[in-house]
């Protein structure tokens, strides 16, 4: 039996509960992201869907995955793409590049975060994340129901999420000691969008 959630299973289930959650918005989050890319490399960490890698390579843009999803790896694989399989905690140091991406995973990475972003600093001199702040785990119906099942990776629960006030707030708090510098660019549906530079 898979440790992963259900959306987390197959890229064509994660798409499709995805847009659910997103109400039809979830390819239109990505352009947004797209926009923000530096440079003539990326680095994407916690990738699962190809669309910022399909972005990357419509511009020629050197676009390298990072995940530890099996089926997600193996998805991008088959595109063509090159993917890392790796677990983000414990990899020492990420794929060097003008800009460094994490798309609605930072939750996952809340009780490391600081170390999380030194790695990001050391890959990237860009970083975009894009982070839910609406937390849909706690709204009623089907789409809450899909929420507060879509968070079990590798066997273990998230019940963590982060606001806008906290979410800005623990930036703030980590900017001084890492030596960054963050800017909001849009709140997007329920994702936060923004951008470190050193």
């Not at 890698?53 to 676009?63: E, G, M, R, V």
């Amino acid at each position: 039996m898979s440790k992963n959630s259900l959306i987390y299973n197959n890229i064509y289930t994660y798409r499709f509960l995805m847009n659910l959650l997103y109400k039809g918005k979830y390819r239109s989050r990505f352009d947004s992201i797209g926009k923000l890319i530096s440079g003539q490399s990326v680095t994407e960490l916690c990738f699962g869907d190809t669309i910022i890698a399909d972005t990357c390579k419509a511009n020629n843009i050197k676009w390298t995955g990072l995940d530890v999803n099996e089926q997600f790896l193996a998805s991008a694989k088959k595109k063509g793409y090159a993917v890392i399989s790796a677990d983000i905690n414990t990899i020492k140091e990420f794929p060097k590049a003008d800009t460094c991406i994490i798309c609605g995973s930072l939750y996952h990475f809340n009780s490391n975060l600081p170390e999380l972003l030194s790695k990001m600093l050391d890959c990237a001199p860009v970083i975009i994340i894009s982070e839910p702040v609406k937390n849909l785990s706690n709204s009623k119906g089907f789409i809450g129901k899909i929420a507060r099942a879509s968070a079990t990776v590798k066997g273990q629960k998230q019940t963590f999420r982060y606001t806008k006030d906290s979410l800005t707030e623990t930036l703030s708090n980590l900017s001084a000691k890492l030596n960054f510098k963050f800017t909001i660019i849009e709140q997007f549906d329920k994702d936060l969008i923004l951008v470190i530079t050193k």
